[in-house]
């Protein structure tokens, strides 16, 4: 077994962070970090969207002190800020001007701390004080979060006055706050807000973190809004423009979460059975609610019934793989490949495809056709084991040619049954095809003399993850799939940067609904780089293992599987890395 070693620990969420806690220079603010600690509680399953209860001890703060400095008035408003996500800033307004405090919105953005020393740096003249904050991440009014590249630092300045008791009060700063990591973990939750795909049959989540306290409020209102900009045109909502709370405040009686909404927020029969799966499939998410009741202007929502969003389709435990100069499949026990007559593959097929809908399986040819074959299509039953002693087919294999181009990147699966790919060169364009020979042209212009290294779609369908390179640099994307209601797709939206600081990368692979992994470029003798990126999250990163060339996952971590150039297969064991099979060319779950 190989041992794993973990460079970058998880930063946000319900587990563990990256980087030490981060010292603000007032011993008040100090108090604030060693008040709370990190959750001793599971981490969220993987695949079912629940956030665990982590009960979370509240900071506490007190207001300003008879004689503080200003400097002390500063750094006792950013622990009494941080505390006002658990109550109402009250005690951080007692820092500030009546003025500042009518105009100051906390929750304009927030920042969160990442590692490294803040100082002060105060102008004794004006009575400006400015710290430059190390920023693991920024999120906006709406609960989107981004990442910052390491390094990142952002200015942020506070006016002090004296008022007319002597006191020193804070007159102006920027709108939002300021918290430390450890506190960002207890007090915010990772709320995947459900909205629905084009053909109202999967939900899609769309990751916002929100204040614990009154959370179901904060996710409501949020559900209500609608979708995050980059996602919303492949993606639709059950509640009309106008939308909103009617009371604003979701309350939690014995489970019960009651959702009250204004008469506007009323839309046709099929809308309102929408509205409701939303409300009730993002809301049961939060600790403390397993059920939703939702009325308008008192009455209850109702609807036709016509909607019942599932969860996007996990793979089944069956992969295929290409071995021996055959198709198989591996069942998690015992490698199956197809019979004789089935014959063999071409030498210089390679990245195979599996589907969702049964095992049937693409692949490239030569690097330049995209081709697929149903020689795996009645599973495991039509096939027969793998022997040392097997030899090869005395015929080629049939296959279909789906398409030809110049240099294609693997193919990838949705759950419609379109096979995705790209040409390496890429002239801002990806192509999805199918057996039955439909295919379209999906408009990407941004993806226009770029260099694409790896295309995959997400399990509901909605998102694409795409690998690429620019003069240089490494990027890792993810974009929406704007499609019609029978699901042909039609083109992307605009990117969203995911993956910070991820280097040179070869594959990328969805993990769960929101997660995917990036395997980095093969070192000799060093165990390639493994991010872990959760769209609208964080970004970990591991070890894979000393040669891996390609790498799969059937649900969550635990099931990431890596192939190696010298054809051993490696899965997650524990916190290692286990050889379960060799000369194996290639092996992928459905996806």
């Keep these: 077994m190989t041992a794993r070693t973990t460079q970058r620990t998880h930063r946000f969420g319900p587990r563990r962070m990256r980087g030490r806690l981060v010292a603000v220079v007032a011993a008040a603010t100090l108090a604030l970090a060693g008040c709370v600690s990190i959750p001793d509680a599971g981490p969220v399953e993987e695949g079912d969207g629940q956030v665990p209860d982590t009960n979370p001890v509240l900071p506490f703060a007190e207001g300003p002190q008879v004689g503080d400095s200003p400097t ?51 102008d004794e003249a004006t009575n400006a004080i400015q710290y430059s904050v190390p920023v693991a991440a920024e999120v906006d009014s709406a609960g989107v979060l981004v990442e910052s590249t390491d390094g990142t630092r952002v200015p942020i300045t506070f006016q002090v006055v004296e008022n007319s008791y002597g006191e020193y009060r804070i007159s102006e700063l920027d709108d939002g706050a300021v918290i430390a990591q450890a506190n960002f973990d207890h007090l915010f ?34 559900l209500l809004a609608g979708p995050s900009p980059w996602l919303a045109s492949a993606v639709k909502t059950g509640f009309p423009a106008g939308a909103a709370l009617e009371v604003d405040s979701v309350v939690v009686t014995d489970g019960i979460a009651a959702v009250q909404l204004n008469t506007e927020s009323a839309g046709t029969p099929s809308q309102r059975s929408l509205a409701q799966e939303q409300l009730t499939r993002t809301l049961t998410t939060l600790p403390g609610v397993v059920a939703v009741t939702v009325t308008v202007g008192g009455v209850a929502l109702g609807g036709d019934g016509s909607v019942a969003l599932n969860p996007a389709p996990i793979p089944d435990g069956d992969a295929a793989a290409i071995v021996a100069s055959r198709l198989g499949l591996w069942d998690g026990t015992q490698m199956w490949v197809a019979p004789d007559p089935e014959g063999f ?46 030899a090869p087919p005395e015929n080629a294999m049939e296959y279909t040619t ?159 599987t890596t192939v190696g150039e010298d054809g051993s297969v490696r899965t997650r064991v524990g916190t290692g890395w286990e050889e379960i099979l060799i000369e194996v060319d290639d092996l992928e779950y459905a996806g």
């Design 72 to 122: 002390a008035i500063v750094s006792g408003f950013l622990t009494a800020s941080a505390a006002g996500f658990a109550s109402n800033f009250s005690v951080a307004r007692e820092y500030l001007t009546p003025e500042a405090s009518n105009e100051w919105d906390p929750s304009t953005r927030v920042l969160v701390f990442d590692s490294g020393a803040l100082t002060p740096d105060w």
């Design 189 to 222: 939750l990772p709320v995947p807000l459900a909205f629905a795909s084009m053909d109202t049959t999967t939900i899609v989540p769309d990751l916002r973190w929100l204040p614990q306290n009154n959370g179901p409020t904060w996710a409501a209102r949020e």
């Design 345 to 390: 593959l071409p030498d210089s097929a390679s990245h195979v495809a599996r589907s969702y809908g049964g095992p049937t399986a693409a692949f490239l040819v030569n690097d330049s056709v995209l081709a697929a074959s149903s020689a795996i299509r009645g599973g495991i039953e039509s096939l027969e084991p793998m022997t040392p002693e097997l």
């Design 402 to 560: 789906l398409y030809s181009g110049n240099r294609l990147v693997g193919p990838s699966y949705d759950r419609q049954g379109w096979v995705w790919t790209a040409e390496t060169s890429n002239n801002g364009q990806l192509v999805a095809v199918r057996p039955s020979g439909d295919q379209a042209d999906i408009d990407a212009r941004w993806l226009e003399g770029r260099t694409v290294q790896a295309v995959a779609v997400s399990r509901d369908g909605t998102r694409v993850v795409v690998l690429s390179r620019e003069g240089g640099q490494q990027l890792a994307e993810v974009a929406a799939v704007v499609r019609t209601e029978s699901g042909v797709p039609l083109t992307l939206g605009s990117p969203l940067s995911v993956g910070v600081d991820v280097t040179t990368a070869v594959d990328a692979e969805w993990i769960n609904d929101l997660s995917f992994a990036i395997l980095g470029e093969a070192q000799e003798e060093v165990p390639s780089s493994l991010w872990i990126a959760t769209v609208g999250g964080e970004t970990v990163l591991e070890s894979a293992t000393v040669g891996a060339k390609s790498v799969t996952a059937r649900q969550g971590e635990s099931s990431l």
